[in-house]
Antibody
Framework: QVQLVQSGAEVKKPGASVKVSCKAS????????INWVRQATGQGLEWMGW????????GYAQKFQGRVTMTRNTSISTAYMELSSLRSEDTAVYYCARGDVGSGSIDYWGQGTLVTVSS | DVVMTQSPLSLPVTLGQPASISCRSSQSLVYSDGNTYLNWFQQRPGQSPRRLIY???NRDSGVPDRFSGSGSGTDFTLKISRVEAEDVGVYYC?????????FGQGTKVEIK
């Protein structure tokens, strides 16, 4: 079965960077895009961007351009999302989610990683 | 960016009664290939989101048939024919037609 397993919770200081991992299993990692979506506590969902694990091509929402980097290691079927210059407003649960080919959609989600930014 | 507007934002429902959530987009969601990439997700308390519906009306495997999606262009609806206790949570629409993908604000379904 398809699974996306993310790394554990992080606490970071303002100005620091965080790197969240997402290990995929149960399907061919390079055949589906990986999206990243975040959710501040008690708030809605915000799409951050996508990565094609086969080519490494990425696309980021303008809000995160210059601060986010999405990468992958195909040998271990793992995607990464790094967010830099953290501020308190970046405190949120970050989800990786598999893109469903041909449906403009997301079909499977990771369990989420809480990133807390606090001095 | 395409703005997705859901209503209502809070929906108290009696068990066994129907429920309906509206989602309107600021632009048509019909893509150049003729498809409409409108999705619905359910997020139960403390859980990751789960997709219920894709391309307006296609139910995912394992989703009860009391859930249905409809609509076209800019106006979409998620209906629950008879609400059950397990349906409590927040429901989001999401468009995958225009860059960047965007979500509605969410509708919280609770039992009266």
């Amino acid at each position: 079965q398809v699974q996306l397993v993310q790394s554990g919770a992080e606490v970071k200081k303002p100005g620091a960077s965080v790197k969240v991992s997402c290990k995929a299993s149960g399907y061919t990692f390079t055949s589906y895009d990986i999206n990243w979506v975040r959710q501040a506590t008690g708030q809605g969902l915000e799409w951050m961007g996508w990565m094609n694990p086969n080519s490494g091509n990425t696309g980021y929402a303008q809000k995160f351009q210059g601060r986010v980097t999405m990468t992958r290691n195909t040998s271990i079927s793992t995607a990464y999302m790094e967010l830099s210059s953290l501020r308190s407003e970046d405190t949120a649960v970050y989800y990786c989610a598999r893109g469903d080919v041909g449906s403009g959609s997301i079909d499977y989600w990771g369990q989420g990683t809480l990133v807390t930014v606090s001095s | 960016d395409v703005v997705m507007t859901q209503s209502p934002l809070s929906l108290p429902v009696t068990l066994g009664q129907p429920a309906s959530i509206s989602c309107r987009s600021s632009q048509s969601l019909v893509y150049s290939d003729g498809n409409t990439y409108l999705n619905w997700f359910q997020q139960r308390p403390g859980q990751s989101p789960r997709r219920l519906i894709y391309k307006v009306s296609n139910r995912d495997s394992g989703v009860p048939d009391r859930f249905s999606g409809s609509g076209s262009g800019t106006d979409f609806t998620l209906k629950i024919s008879r609400v059950e206790a397990e349906d409590v949570g927040v429901y989001y629409c999401m468009q995958g037609t225009h860059w960047p993908w965007t979500f509605g604000q969410g509708t919280k379904v609770e039992i009266k």
